[in-house]
């Protein structure tokens, strides 16, 4: 009886840890970094749209190296790394205990929560790495990243049908975000009834053509990365800055380029609505 008790006192206070102020402020200010990361893609692609601009990545390297020439820049990496290590912290108490709302204990939604986890850690550990001194580790090309990758995993046994799964993986998950953009299933985590008019306006706004453009940029990279395992040639494959650019190459010129471009700085902004109005 005694050891169920300590269990249960355990789990009581594991989940109003989960629930403090403190890693709901980790999660806000996650949501706020990665605003910072999708804005100055966006910002590069632009720029890149108009100027070709040699050099420089649309990517999280490009936008890191960015943010290390400004005023400051050093403190402003420590900062991002510390505030995205703060997302991969509240996303693993969601992974826990479940997220916020009526069915945030799916395991579908915690294995989900998990894996951003996972994913807001790497990104926290290579922004940190960065800001330590360790320059090729968070501002490396994304494109070269992923062509080495690919190049190694379509040398395994099966590997074009691991790389095709994954390219396919890809390209439903950039369907499914924007889909579910499209239909601004975003409210149910958001306070919109604390919102003005024009705020909700704007935040359904930002959501949708955000949620769309980066649902696309998923959707293309994927897409991609089927053409690299049917060829059998990784440099099909794409990173982040690969991809933006290949919709320069669309008949519309730049301008589909921009239109993407201004989305994914519309999903940071989105972002920055997160760590705001966010249910955590």
Same mark, same amino acid.
């Given at each position: 009886m005694?050891?169920q008790?300590?269990?249960s006192?355990g789990?009581h206070?594991a989940?109003?840890a +989960?629930?403090?102020?403190?890693?709901?402020?980790?999660? !806000?200010?996650g949501f706020a970094? =990665?605003g /910072?990361?999708?804005v100055? #893609?966006?910002?590069?692609a632009v720029?890149?749209a108009?100027?070709?601009?040699?050099g420089?990545q649309?990517?999280?390297?490009g936008?890191?190296?960015?943010?290390?020439?400004?005023p400051?820049?050093d403190?402003?990496?420590w900062?991002l790394g510390?505030a995205?290590?703060?997302m991969?912290l509240w996303?693993?108490?969601?992974?826990a205990?479940?997220q +916020?709302g009526?069915?945030?204990?799916?395991p579908?939604k !915690?294995a989900?929560a998990?894996g =951003?986890? /996972?994913?807001y850690?790497? #990104?926290?550990?290579?922004v940190?790495a960065y800001?330590?001194?360790e320059?090729?580790?968070g501002s490396?090309s994304t494109?070269?990243?992923?062509d080495?990758v690919?190049?190694?995993v379509?040398?395994w046994p099966g590997g074009q049908?691991?790389v095709?799964?994954a390219?396919?993986?890809?390209?439903?998950a950039g369907?499914?975000i924007?889909?579910?953009?499209?239909?601004?299933?975003?409210h149910?985590h958001?306070?919109?009834g604390?919102m003005?008019? =024009?705020?909700r306006q704007?935040?359904?706004?930002l959501?949708?053509f955000?949620g769309?453009a980066?649902?696309a940029?998923f959707?293309?990279?994927?897409?991609?990365a089927?053409?690299?395992?049917?060829k059998h040639?990784?440099?099909?494959s794409?990173?982040?800055?690969?991809?933006?650019?290949?919709?320069a190459?669309?008949?519309v010129?730049?301008?589909?380029?921009?239109l993407?471009?201004?989305g994914?700085i519309?999903?940071?902004l989105f972002s920055w609505?997160?760590?705001?109005?966010?249910?955590l």
């Amino acid at each position: 009886m005694k050891t169920q008790a300590a269990v249960s006192t355990g789990r009581h206070n594991a989940r109003r840890a +989960a629930d403090s102020k403190a890693v709901a402020v980790a999660g !806000r200010a996650g949501f706020a970094a =990665r605003g /910072v990361i999708y804005v100055l #893609v966006g910002a590069l692609a632009v720029r890149i749209a108009f100027s070709d601009a040699g050099g420089q990545q649309a990517d999280r390297g490009g936008a890191l190296a960015e943010i290390a020439h400004k005023p400051f820049g050093d403190v402003l990496l420590w900062l991002l790394g510390i505030a995205l290590a703060g997302m991969a912290l509240w996303r693993l108490s969601e992974a826990a205990f479940g997220q +916020a709302g009526p069915d945030g204990d799916k395991p579908t939604k !915690r294995a989900m929560a998990a894996g =951003r986890c /996972v994913f807001y850690a790497f #990104v926290s550990y290579s922004v940190l790495a960065y800001a330590a001194g360790e320059k090729g580790s968070g501002s490396g090309s994304t494109d070269k990243r992923t062509d080495d990758v690919t190049a190694k995993v379509l040398d395994w046994p099966g590997g074009q049908w691991i790389v095709a799964i994954a390219g396919v993986a890809v390209f439903c998950a950039g369907v499914w975000i924007a889909v579910r953009a499209l239909m601004r299933k975003f409210h149910k985590h958001l306070k919109m009834g604390r919102m003005s008019r =024009r705020q909700r306006q704007a935040v359904d706004f930002l959501g949708m053509f955000g949620g769309t453009a980066r649902g696309a940029l998923f959707a293309t990279a994927g897409g991609f990365a089927v053409a690299a395992a049917v060829k059998h040639q990784a440099g099909k494959s794409k990173g982040m800055d690969d991809t933006l650019r290949s919709f320069a190459d669309t008949p519309v010129g730049p301008w589909l380029l921009v239109l993407i471009a201004v989305g994914l700085i519309a999903f940071g902004l989105f972002s920055w609505a997160n760590a705001r109005w966010r249910e955590l």
